[in-house]
């Protein structure tokens, strides 16, 4: 089955950009949907398709792919972004969605 | 607005089962794919099920096939999820979400359900 890889923890300090990746085997074939949850919250879609953004998503996240990596970029971190972050793509081979393992960004 | 409120979680026994409900108000319910996500206590999100719009079409995650079976309403606005042969693995909360449509994006969540299995 297809397996997601990201990175337990990544720490940045306020108005720094903060960088999450998510490896999968070929992952720039596919589209890439990142995912935003706040502790006790649902998670929230904050870019889809790979780089596009939903309404009302701040333009501070944007995302890329390309080969075996996709990334989540959020710039000017503010204390609010301190969340749990996942990838999420759907596997045409098997008919499946599969989700990243999940990167708990700290705003230090 | 987009709304979708899930119910019918609680505690169960193992080898139990469980229905869980999901309402969809402020928008074609019937246009869009549905999908189900769980989320063990402490731990990442995993897909569970998927149904396309009129229900003829469905789609499980391993670990739950042949055990659960996602259905919809689409006169009552309802996505299901019927859950038998509970395990102690399953505890976890249960999020409905709507497919975003074209690229399999989920892009509204509901608050969850939680199940809890254990004797």
């Known amino acids: 089955s297809y397996v997601l890889t990201q990175p337990p923890s990544v720490s940045v300090a306020p108005g720094q950009t903060a960088r999450i990746t998510c490896g999968g085997n070929?992952?720039?074939?596919?589209?890439v949907h990142w995912y935003q949850q706040k502790p006790g919250q649902a998670p929230v879609l904050v870019v889809y398709d790979d780089s596009d953004r939903p309404s009302g998503i701040p333009e501070r996240f944007s995302g890329s792919n390309s080969g075996n990596t996709a990334t989540l970029t959020i710039s000017r971190v503010e204390a609010g972004d301190e969340a749990d972050y996942y990838c999420q793509v759907w596997d045409s081979s098997s008919d499946l969605y599969v989700f990243g393992t999940g990167t708990k960004v700290t705003v230090l | 607005e987009v709304q979708l409120v899930e119910s019918g979680g609680g505690l169960v026994q193992p080898g139990g089962s469980l229905r869980l409900s999901c309402a969809a108000s402020g928008f074609t319910f019937s246009s869009y794919w549905m999908h189900w996500v769980r989320q063990a206590p402490g731990k990442g999100l995993v897909w569970v099920s998927r149904?396309?719009?009129?229900?003829?079409?469905?789609s499980y995650a391993d670990s739950v096939k042949g055990r659960f079976t996602i259905s919809r309403d689409n006169a009552k606005n309802t996505l299901y999820l019927q859950m038998n042969s509970l395990r102690a693995e399953d505890t976890a909360v249960y999020y409905c979400?709507?497919?975003?449509?074209?690229?399999?994006?989920?892009?509204?969540w509901g608050q969850g359900t939680l199940v809890t299995v254990s004797s």
């Open positions: 149904i396309n719009s009129d229900g003829s079409s469905t």
């Open positions: 979400a709507r497919d975003g449509g074209g690229v399999y994006d989920l892009d509204y």
């Open positions: 070929n992952i720039g074939s596919k589209s």
